[in-house]
């Protein structure tokens, strides 16, 4: 868990007593590679730490799989609307390499809300999930896609490479084709 | 305010005595159709809440506007990273509208946080901003710019018309020549 306190500590400062009440809380979960964490109309039970791993959110749209998201640990996630309202959820959360988690549901995920450290820690992650959230959608108006690839490979320069080449491309918009040929020209 | 009570109230309920605090801190502000609210590069001083009107939020990329948003009154706005940092703006805000807006600053919003039904209202408008941006991500992935547009038009069948032609083809990711053949197609 320390490395969650870590984490925790890059967007406030956490108080022994409250870190306390937080580590309580959170259990820990591993997925396999590939695994499914949530399938669509499932309902999302947990909110959880990735201390380890790497995951893709995907939806089902006529039959293909569309990427929304890819999310690189140490970072927190969930399926938010489902978890919230504890209703089926309309994405899909897959392992794309194996996990390790910490995991609370919604019923402990309030209580700690009642922390002053760990409010102001959600408040400050939802914001920074809004702010990434924003820039896709308006890198998804004014760039290409080579351009996003580029950003992504800047971003996450070790990572790219271990996404298959499908999920990149449905993220990116185009088809596995067109992401080969970009990835050819800048070999 | 009693629109801005009626608001809040959607999303949380409001003990009379909270209610006097959030009304003392806001104060009225109107701005002009046409008229920027926000321009690039200044700094974010307030958080408003639009009683009427509507706004867009826009970029400057190489010298082409490109919309980002739209909203609509009753709801609240602000340049979340502008305002929250206190640092200069990297978006527009510009009146479609007259509009009559409330207005709050960042000492005043922190304020207003230590009451449970503010940071309880907050907490679900980030939420739902969140979930309309991922929302419109999506969209921009999964459909055309046709299927797009009668979207906008099925939400907001009354406003559609209002808004210049120009601003909803660059919202739509698409020249506006290519926006009026599709309301052709459509009449």
Known sequence: MEAFR?????????PEN????????????????????LSEGQICRFFY????????FFINNDGEEITKFFTVAPYCFTSKESFRNQKPATENIQALENIVAWQINLGQANKLLKLKSW??????????VQTYTEELLLES????AEQRYFNLQQKYPELIN????????????I???????????NK
Chains 1, 2 share one sequence.
């Open 119 to 128: 409010e102001s820690f959600t408040r400050k992650f939802m914001h920074e």
């Open 6 to 14: 870590n984490f925790l500590n890059k967007y406030t400062s956490i």
């Open 175 to 185: 088809a596995p084709q067109s992401l080969s040929r970009i990835r050819n020209r």
């Open 49 to 56: 730490f990735m201390e380890l791993g790497m995951i893709r």
């Open 18 to 37: 409250e870190w306390q009440q937080i580590w309580s809380a959170f259990e820990m979960k591993k997925f396999r590679k590939n695994e499914m964490i």
């Open 162 to 173: 271990k996404i298959p080449l499908k999920h990149l491309a449905s993220f990116l918009g």
């Open 141 to 144: 108006k004014t760039q290409t």
